[in-house]
DNA sequence: CACCTATATACACTTGCGCTTATATACGCC
DNA sequence: GGCGTATATAAGCGCAAGTGTATATAGGTG
């Protein structure tokens, strides 16, 4: 599993949206979604874990999920050189708008 | 299927990257990717234009395809936030580098 | 019209994902 | 040590994704 795969899942967003505001606790995170079960949520953090873009932090028996978002570069990255399209896109549409 | 899923898969990247460069017939395509068969590269294709991604103009029997990546702005702007934490890592790395 | 090329669709198969239930592990507290 | 809480792993299942073979569609050419 790669990041793209990872960042495919709409779950899989919605927790690392909440990591982005703070640091949570792997129960906050599973009472965050509260369609998916306690084990469903542990896999999903599992997953984002193997692809770089959380870490743990074991304090006692909680374990503490922490943002590390570097392996979103990637993504970025890669999508980069398509950004000048949609900005020329942009500027057709300002430039018709402009002209009017 | 939504635009996450869509970029998830490699094979579908390499044709995003290749209409990046320059419009292409069907055949191109299927041509690029010789570990797939034909109608594997059609459904990649189909996949993407039900995405938005690309279009296709009929060109007598050819099919034409063009990238469409006003879809990649929706990555674009889901990946926002997360870009100052990355630039704030990098700029932790670099006050190192400088502090030595 | 008959045949060829270019592309898409139908069907069947396999594999891996995401899920739930059940269970294990580990820490905290009495 | 015994029990409750927090979290992870195991086992099993349904389903959708990706693929190949075979076939359909549609346009080009003689």
Known sequence: MDVFEAVAEPNRRHLLGLLAERDRTAG???DSLPTLTQPAVSRHLRVLREV???E???DGQR????LKPDGLQQID?????????????LDALEQ???DR
Chains 1, 2 share one sequence.
């Open 28 to 30: 906050e995170l599973v």
């Open 52 to 54: 770089g873009l959380v």
């Open 56 to 58: 743990v932090h074991p």
């Open 63 to 66: 374990r503490i999920y922490a």
């Open 77 to 89: 990255t890669w999508i980069t050189p398509y950004r000048r399209y949609w900005r020329n896109h």
């Open 96 to 98: 018709h708008l402009e």
